[in-house]
T-cell receptor, first 113, second 114 residues
Framework: GENVEQHPSTLSVQEGDSAVIKCTYS??????FPWYKQELGKGPQLIID?????GEKKDQRIAVTLNKTAKHFSLHITETQPEDSAVYFC????????????FGKGTMLLVSP | KAGVTQTPRYLIKTRGQQVTLSCSPI?????VSWYQQTPGQGLQFLFE???????NKGNFPGRFSGRQFSNSRSEMNVSTLELGDSALYLC?????????????FGEGSWLTVV
């Protein structure tokens, strides 16, 4: 089945710096790659997603890039703010054809003022 | 538009009991999935329902079951609870079941088994 590796597990940055989180996946048939932000005590919130026919997508301070050949995708957050502090999860769809997601282990991002 | 709604938010059960969790998907969404989140195993897929039929199932024992109603609302049940079932149970919904649909999560139901 699908396997998703996520790095780093923790990331500390100063406010205003950029943060990059990287994920690799194993199933070349995967075609949908969402990113979720999870704050303490809450459910995962979708922040951005990308489909396999697109190489990059941006939404204000957040961007995601996808390299299908290397089977990796990355989340880029620019001009980080303290409220960006949370756990971020990458995910990929399985080859089953269903919308089942396989998640990475998560990255705890801490933005210090 | 309302998001994915899960009830109850918090509950405590005793080993051996059973529990039922409820999920109302986003209006118009017909696919509902359930995930278990624990510190050790992370987010793991339980099962997915579409049009009242289970379409996909994760690697969990038969004590975990679910169903979907004609209005797309879903319930999951865990019987003969074990301490290891303590987790955050998340419901997610999407328009359809095929890969590539945007998936939204609810706030989850926190289950503690004592």
């Amino acid at each position: 089945g699908e396997n998703v590796e996520q790095h780093p597990s923790t990331l500390s940055v100063q406010e205003g710096d950029s943060a990059v989180i990287k994920c690799t996946y194993s199933d070349s048939a995967s075609n949908y790659f969402p990113w979720y932000k999870q704050e303490l005590g809450k459910g995962p919130q979708l922040i951005i997603d990308i489909r396999s026919n697109v190489g990059e997508k941006k939404d204000q301070r957040i961007a995601v890039t996808l390299n299908k050949t290397a089977k990796h995708f990355s989340l880029h957050i620019t001009e980080t703010q303290p409220e960006d502090s949370a756990v971020y999860f990458c995910a990929a769809t399985s080859s089953s054809g269903y919308s089942t997601l396989t998640f990475g282990k998560g990255t705890m991002l801490l933005v210090s003022p | 538009k309302a998001g994915v709604t899960q009830t109850p938010r918090y509950l405590i059960k005793t080993r051996g009991q059973q529990v039922t969790l409820s999920c109302s998907p986003i209006s118009g969404h017909r696919s509902v999935s359930w995930y278990q989140q624990t510190p050790g195993q992370g987010l793991q897929f339980l099962f997915e329902y579409f049009s009242e039929t289970q379409r996909n199932k994760g690697n969990f024992p038969g004590r975990f079951s679910g169903r979907q109603f004609s209005n797309s609302r879903s319930e999951m049940n865990v019987s003969t609870l074990e301490l290891g079932d303590s987790a955050l149970y998340l419901c997610a919904s999407s328009l359809a079941v095929d890969s590539g649909n945007t998936i939204y999560f609810g706030e989850g139901s926190w289950l503690t088994v004592v």
